[in-house]
């Protein structure tokens, strides 16, 4: 490093901010990153991911993480179901015995994110630290104000920090748009133990069952558990006009059950027979396409610039390929406002194509006839 390298703060320690900064690291460039949580098990990182061979896994071997990456993926993973209404299986999809560095390989959440922490120098990150504003110095350099009192100044600030960024509004005036579908969260713990019929239902990977703008998705993750996101398109507020307390597990319970009656049990069983109780999620996503004007100093990666649908299939992957394209033009470019200017010429037309992409996936399969929709998609016959 020399006197003169920018300071670098990337704000949001999720896989593309984290990538990132290991990215810059393996260039000699110091950077740190800040997030809101205590701690690394502050809460649960969430489902299981693949990564695409041309942006993920590409952002890997960029890092050198890729054999570490090889240690906990799932091959198998891979596998897609599709059933009806009635929980009869329409289609399915086993990926063929292969190299597990082939095709796109799944991991959960928390363990990309602890190979990734682990690859980082000792300090890297600064746990507990909410950015409440970012003050604008007039020369490209910003002051970091945060929520526990630190203060820090930057050359080149990144928002790495999801849907609610903290930092988008130096850029943006786009906010997060409700998107008309929820997700109620729930999950099996051990599944293929305790709850066998909708382990071998499931499979080793993706099942999903979409009719008339309702439907289920559970996804395999590692050590037995399955995470069920149970999926309506419904008022943002349907809770609070059905009366309904999120907090009462046996009235919400009640209450999807009537959403999904005429269904078959061997789907329902996913409603009731939870060991994780009911976690309601909006979908949000920011308007497509969502882009802004060069500003010295700053930019965005991640949800935090593309907050698309999950139907996209591609958020993870695009937020690591992000911050893979980022490090390496800041670190092969002349000052940083060439790196910025040539990082977002990429950025911009790619993750407005993918976000419509991901929306056309979102209303196609939340919609009157999804289950023909989806399984013409399936099948190729569309």
Not at 13 to 42: E, F, K, M, N, W
Not at 53 to 80: H, Y
Not at 261 to 278: H, N, Q, V
């Given at each position: 490093m020399t006197s003169d390298a920018p300071r670098i703060a990337i704000i949001g320690?999720?896989?593309?901010?984290?990538?990132?900064?290991?990215?810059?690291?393996?260039?000699?460039?110091?950077?740190?990153?800040?997030?809101?949580?205590?701690?690394?098990?502050?809460r649960d990182q969430g489902g299981t991911l693949?990564?695409?061979?041309?942006?993920?896994?590409?952002?890997?071997?960029?890092?050198?993480?890729?054999?570490?990456?090889?240690?906990?993926?799932?091959?198998?993973?891979?596998?897609?179901?599709?059933?009806?209404r009635d929980g009869r299986i329409v289609f399915d999809a086993v990926p063929p015995e292969a190299d597990p560095a082939e095709g796109n390989p799944e991991i959960d959440r928390g363990q990309l994110r602890a190979i990734l922490l682990g690859s980082l120098a000792p300090g890297t990150v600064r746990w507990g630290h909410?950015?409440?504003?970012?003050?604008?110095?007039?020369?490209g350099t910003h002051r970091l104000h945060f929520a526990n009192g630190a203060t820090v100044g930057t050359d080149l600030l990144v928002g790495a920090d999801g849907a609610w960024s903290r930092v988008r509004p130096l850029l943006s005036d786009a906010v997060p748009g409700y998107t008309g579908v929820t997700f109620v969260e729930t999950g099996l713990d051990d599944s293929d133990i305790r709850h066998p019929r909708l382990a071998a239902l499931t499979g080793r990977g993706t099942l999903m069952a979409l009719d008339d703008n309702r439907g289920f998705v559970a996804q395999r993750n590692s050590g037995g558990h399955i995470r069920v996101y149970v999926?309506?398109?419904?008022?943002?507020?349907?809770?609070?006009?059905?009366?309904l307390d999120l907090a009462d597990p046996d009235a919400v319970r009640e209450a999807l059950l009537q959403e999904f009656?005429?269904?078959?049990?061997?789907?329902?069983?996913?409603?009731?027979?939870?060991?994780?109780?009911?976690t309601n999620r909006p979908l949000y996503a920011l308007p497509v396409p969502h882009t802004w004007t060069r500003t010295p100093g700053v930019t965005l990666l991640g949800d935090a610039a593309h907050l698309m649908s999950p139907f996209s299939g591609m958020g993870a992957?695009?937020?690591?390929?992000?911050?893979?394209?980022?490090?390496?033009?800041?670190?092969t470019g002349p000052t940083?406002?060439?790196?910025?200017?040539?990082?977002?010429?990429?950025?911009?037309?790619?993750?407005?194509?993918?976000?419509?992409?991901?929306?056309?996936?979102?209303?196609?399969?939340?919609?009157?006839?999804?289950?023909?929709?989806?399984?013409?998609?399936?099948?190729?016959?569309?």
């Open positions: 320690a999720g896989p593309g901010g984290l990538i990132c900064a290991r990215i810059l690291q393996r260039h000699g460039i110091a950077a740190t990153v800040y997030d809101l949580d205590a701690s690394p098990a502050t693949d990564m695409h061979p041309d942006s993920g896994a590409r952002a890997l071997r960029e890092a050198g993480l890729w054999e570490e990456f090889l240690k906990s993926a799932r091959p198998e993973g891979q596998q897609m179901r599709l059933a009806g909410r950015l409440e504003r970012a003050e604008v110095l007039g020369d999926g309506m398109r419904t008022a943002e507020d349907w809770h609070r006009r059905a009366g009656a005429g269904w078959g049990e061997s789907l329902t069983g996913f409603i009731t027979d939870t060991d994780t109780g009911y992957n695009l937020a690591m390929l992000d911050g893979a394209d980022l490090a390496r033009a800041v670190a940083v406002e060439d790196a910025l200017t040539a990082y977002e010429d990429v950025l911009l037309p790619r993750s407005a194509e993918a976000a419509a992409g991901a929306a056309e996936g979102l209303t196609g399969a939340f919609a009157p006839d999804s289950a023909e929709q989806t399984l013409a998609h399936m099948t190729g016959r569309d």
